[in-house]
């Protein structure tokens, strides 16, 4: 499938091109960094490579595990080489959405921690402007007795629409792998200024994380439907 296809071509050069011997990484969530672990751990099978990855998710910390890849935390490993992760939408400026499997917290707090933050995604992904492709909006991880107020105040800010995002396999709302509650802003089309949005938002009391990253990606690969990758500085 191209698109299957062109997440793992993204994710297979930015691990050929970023990860070294003896690296603590972070390791993201979602599906195209699947392809990425693949990638470092045929390293270490093949190069005898030595790694620390560092997950961002239950499901990035299973990743690792049954990868057989060294799993590490950030008590241990408070500065990390290189954090590799998926995007929901990327725009012109390299500001991302993330948090579509709801797991933006952690990834942001170990991408901040990185000396390099590498997105790695599909072409669906590569857009100029954030919404002209992606309209599933930005995930907002928000403490679970303030999801109210806390939808009702971003309405009031910014307007658009905000949904708490509910389970499909459990009664009720999603909970994070934090214990908390996601809301998901369907966010107006005139926002031009994502770095205040996010403050604004952020200084909200309740509000834990967003899934906006502005100013975090070093280097986005999107793997494109020829086949080839296009690589953003
Ligand atoms: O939820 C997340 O933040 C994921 O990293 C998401 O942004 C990308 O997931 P995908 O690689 O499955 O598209």
């Not at 929901?88 to 921690?113: P, R």
């Not at 952020?202 to 086949?227: C, H, Q, R, S, W």
Request: glycine letters at 10%.
């Amino acid at each position: 499938a191209p698109i299957e296809e062109s997440k793992r071509r993204a994710a297979y050069q930015a691990v050929d091109d970023f990860v070294k011997d003896g690296m603590k990484l972070g390791i993201g969530s979602g599906s195209t960094i699947v392809y990425a672990v693949h990638r470092i751990a045929e390293k270490v099978k093949n190069e005898g490579l030595k790694v620390i990855c560092v997950p961002t998710s239950f499901q990035a910390h299973q990743l690792v595990v049954s990868n057989n890849l060294q799993l590490g935390n950030l008590e241990l490993h408070s500065e990390l080489d290189v954090a590799i992760d998926g995007a929901d939408e990327v725009d012109s400026n390299m500001t991302l959405i993330k948090g579509g499997g709801g797991c933006q917290t952690q990834e942001k707090i170990v991408a901040s921690c990185a000396n390099k933050f590498v997105v790695v995604a599909d072409y669906k992904k590569d857009s100029k402007y954030l919404g002209e492709q992606y309209k599933k909006g930005i995930p907002i991880e928000v403490i679970p007795m303030a999801y109210t107020p806390v939808s009702v105040k971003i309405k009031k800010l910014f307007g658009g629409e905000v949904h708490l995002r509910m389970a499909q396999m459990k009664a009720g709302p999603v909970i994070s792998d934090n214990g908390n509650f996601i809301l998901d802003w369907l966010f107006p089309n005139d926002i031009a200024d994502w770095k205040a949005v996010n403050n604004e938002i952020k200084m909200i009391a309740g509000v834990v994380e967003t899934g906006l990253f502005v100013g975090m990606a070093n280097t986005v690969y999107f793997g494109l439907p020829d086949g080839t990758v296009k690589v953003l500085r």
